[in-house]
């Protein structure tokens, strides 16, 4: 199991994810107005793991620039249609990863990831690569499935999955590991919050700003 067989996975299940319906819509509805909070107009934003486009969608007309990226080219040619239907201003989508976003980019006032961090093989290196894209005191926003949180059947279970190509690579952490990896990759943590509707979902929206 590689980068690349993650990419495919994301492209075979591309239409499917981009047909199925928000869990909870609510919390997603709070976990974006949260995040328009904390941008300003003039921002260059990054997202990574961008799927389909919907999130950027819904930000990118309230900031100056906002680069969507996913890994799989499936997922970004879904969100170009959307792109076609819809232009914004400042938008565009690509596919890459976290390392594949150079200095030519320039450095970014904001980088989300939403549903992201979980996914990725080596998160003490991508954290590190986010560090490094970021301008002085940018925010790093990511909202991140904790698998270690949560009933521990489901970490069972993903192994399994994965064994049938029915599940990508998922990391397994609990929230204050998350925290602590962000914390060591040079950003202090400015809030901690839960958007879930109801109760906790165990997916930590966590603000970081850059030190």
């Known amino acids: 199991m590689s980068t690349?067989?993650?990419?495919?996975?994301?492209?075979?299940?591309?239409?499917?994810?981009?047909?199925?319906?928000?869990?909870d819509q609510a919390g997603y509805e709070r976990t974006l107005e949260r995040t328009l909070s904390l941008l300003k107009p003039t921002d260059r934003v990054l997202e990574l793991g961008s799927g389909t486009g919907t999130t950027a969608m819904r930000l990118a007309g309230s900031v100056q620039t906002y680069l969507a990226t996913d890994i799989s080219r499936q997922?970004?040619?879904?969100?170009e249609e959307k792109y076609a239907a819809e232009p914004i201003s400042g938008l565009a989508f690509r596919?890459?990863?976290?390392?594949?976003?150079?200095s030519e980019d320039g450095s970014f006032n904001a980088i989300l990831g939403f549903n992201y961090l979980h996914l990725v093989r080596d998160l003490p290196g991508t954290l590190r690569q986010i560090h490094a894209l970021l301008a002085a005191d940018g925010l790093f926003v990511s909202?991140?499935?904790?698998?270690?949180?949560?009933?521990p059947l489901i970490q069972l279970v993903l192994p399994i999955m994965r064994g049938f190509g029915l599940a990508p690579y998922?990391?397994?952490f609990k929230t204050r590991d998350l925290n602590k990896l962000i914390s060591a990759a040079g950003f202090d943590i400015v809030a901690t919050e839960n958007h879930a509707?109801?109760?906790?979902?165990?997916?930590?929206?966590?603000?970081?700003?850059?030190?």
Do not use: L
């Not at 997922?75 to 969100?79: E, Q, Y």
């Not at 909202?143 to 009933?151: A, F, I, Q, W």
């Open 197 to 211: 509707t109801k109760g906790d979902d165990n997916r930590p929206y966590i603000i970081a700003r850059k030190r």
């Open 143 to 151: 909202k991140t499935p904790c698998v270690g949180d949560m009933n």
């Open 170 to 172: 998922a990391g397994v």
């Open 95 to 102: 596919t890459a990863t976290a390392e594949m976003i150079t």
């Open 4 to 23: 690349a067989s993650d990419a495919r996975f994301w492209d075979r299940t591309s239409s499917k994810y981009a047909a199925g319906k928000i869990a």
């Open 75 to 79: 997922m970004i040619a879904i969100a």
